[in-house]
């Protein structure tokens, strides 16, 4: 075993509001800790983090910095809903005009909250479901967007609904439960203007691209186009209110 120091660049409308340097504990499975150095600093194109890791190869090393920095990435995109990547090359073809300034006390935060959500048996749902808004926003896919933005309304769905006969009989009740916990009746949901069949239509959509059910044209695509917005909305106030809720503090 020894110490690698391994560089990645964060892709992202982000600034980081100053050169960033501090230690962080790494802990991807429970009693394995080391403390890991971190380096943040924003050039003229990018953002580059260094991470020290301690593993028995380069090659693991850049493997075990890549997923302590992706669940990172995983927080820091709720925090700021931002769309984040890490590359091991640097971007040349994207910028940004208008960039989010990350503060020192979140880029911590995410770090933070990223270790003790992993670890946190009853809570690690969250997690799963960050990653999943995050990839919603990462990928160009039209339908592979719809899909991840809906997963993530249905981790926490399927983590969090109360335990009834209702919820016990499928995906639509467990949403209507977990969005009534935060919201209370439909006519309150946000950005879903009282629509009830909101969560049957879009369910109904997932089932159809994930399991083949319909022919996949453009006006299909662009019907799906249509509807992402609304649904990255009520994911994104979905996540944070429900954090909220378990007290977890983004």
Not at 50 to 73: H, P, Q, W, Y
Request: aromatic share 10%.
């Amino acid at each position: 075993m020894r110490i690698y120091e391994v560089q990645f660049f964060i892709d992202g409308p982000i600034k980081f509001e100053n050169n960033i340097n501090f230690q962080t504990t790494k802990e991807l499975d429970l009693g394995r800790v080391f403390d890991s150095d971190i380096n943040i600093k924003t050039t003229h194109r990018n953002n580059v983090i260094n991470s020290t890791v301690r593993t028995i190869d380069s090659e693991r090393a850049e493997k075990v910095a890549g997923l302590f920095i992706g669940k990172m990435l995983d927080v820091l995109c709720v925090i700021t809903n931002c769309k984040l990547d890490i590359n091991t090359y640097e971007n040349r073809n994207v910028s940004y005009n208008i960039k989010t300034i990350v503060e020192f006390s979140e880029i911590q935060r995410a770090f933070e909250l990223a270790r003790e959500l992993n670890l946190h048996t009853d809570n690690s749902k969250m997690l799963r479901a960050f990653s999943w808004y995050r990839k919603g926003l990462n990928t160009e896919n039209t339908l592979d967007k719809f899909l991840a933005f809906w997963n993530s309304i249905s981790v926490v769905s399927d983590a969090f609904c109360e335990n009834n006969e209702r919820t016990r009989s499928g995906t639509i009740n467990r949403i209507w439960n977990c969005f009534i916990q935060v919201w209370g009746e439909c006519s309150e949901w946000p950005h879903i203007l009282g629509n009830e069949n909101w969560v049957n239509e879009h369910n109904a959509i997932r089932n159809q691209i994930a399991h083949g059910g319909i022919t996949i044209d453009i006006e299909y695509v662009n019907d799906i186009l249509d509807k992402i917005n609304i649904l990255q909305k009520v994911n994104y106030k979905f996540l944070r209110d429900f954090s909220e809720k378990l007290n977890i503090g983004l």
